[in-house]
């Protein structure tokens, strides 16, 4: 299903002219039909063009924050997970950003630096990385603690080495399910900082802001709510279902 959406957004413009910038003020709020196959919006633009093309900047914003997240959590997650002494400190800040709700604490900090797309990736992102930090760090906790940690110590083997061969291979599996389901959070939260206006701004589409000019004119032209909220459901249902199936094909114990 990821795959069906993922193709439709990067190649269907390939086989159409589709311009999702375009006034047509001749076809104001046009129903779907044959010249627009799912309707237009209120200044005459094509709404199969802006969703296509909205679902880029999106599924980009979610894959950039995915990678940040993984990357700095891990990190954090490792350390604290492996070093008793940094263990207190990275904990309690990471606590710190999980004691705010999300989309509020994204908003603040998109409010103090601007709203463009990479101070969206830099909100989302921090807002984030605490839940990949604490799962890597539980997994960490559990893998020193394993008889070939200690069999590597005691035959003296660096931090360094224990770290990259024994332990960051034993987190991989966990911290791939939580990065498909971030992947999914991030599309849906930078699609809910787009609709309060926080997010990319227009003209420049994502799924956030059409659904949020949609609010309008929702009831005399619904096609404007409908076809950007389901390419959204699909998109977010999609990676939860790959999270959850990783889950399950990588623990055993799942599978039940």
């Given at each position: 299903m990821f795959l069906l959406v993922l193709g439709a957004i990067l190649f269907l413009p390939l086989f159409m002219p589709l311009d999702p910038l375009a006034l047509n003020y001749t076809a104001i709020l046009a129903p779907p039909g044959s010249e627009h196959l799912l309707g237009t919006d209120a200044m005459g633009r094509d709404l199969l063009a802006r969703i296509v093309y909205g679902g880029r900047s999106s599924v980009m914003i979610g894959a950039l924050v995915m990678v940040v997240t993984a990357l700095v959590g891990t990190l954090i997650g490792v350390l604290a997970g492996t070093s008793r002494r940094l263990d207190g400190p990275l904990m309690r800040s990471m606590d710190v950003l999980m004691a705010f709700p999300v989309l509020?604490?994204?908003?603040?900090?998109?409010?103090a630096l601007g709203n463009t797309a990479l101070n969206v990736v830099f909100a989302l992102s921090l807002v984030y990385i605490p839940r990949t930090a604490r799962i890597v760090r539980g997994e960490a906790l559990v893998i020193r603690s394993q008889p070939f940690v200690e069999a590597a110590q005691s035959i003296g083997a660096s931090r360094l080495r224990i770290l990259f061969v024994h332990i960051l291979p034993g987190v991989l599996?966990?911290?791939?399910?939580?990065?498909?389901?971030?992947?999914?959070?991030?599309?849906?939260?930078?699609?809910?900082?787009?609709?309060?206006?926080?997010?990319?701004?227009?003209?420049?589409?994502?799924?956030?802001?059409?659904?949020?000019?949609?609010?309008?004119?929702?009831?005399?032209?619904?096609?404007?709510?409908?076809?950007?909220?389901?390419?959204?459901?699909l998109t977010v249902l999609s990676l939860n279902l790959l999270g959850d199936g990783l889950g399950q094909a990588i623990d055993p114990k799942r599978r039940n």
């Open positions: 509020l604490l994204a908003l603040a900090i998109l409010a599996p966990a911290l791939m399910v939580q990065e498909t389901f971030l992947f999914a959070y991030a599309i849906l939260g930078e699609a809910g900082l787009s609709f309060v206006g926080l997010g990319l701004q227009p003209p420049d589409p994502s799924w956030g802001n059409i659904l949020g000019e949609a609010r309008a004119t929702y009831r005399t032209a619904p096609w404007l709510m409908i076809y950007p909220g389901l390419a959204l459901a």
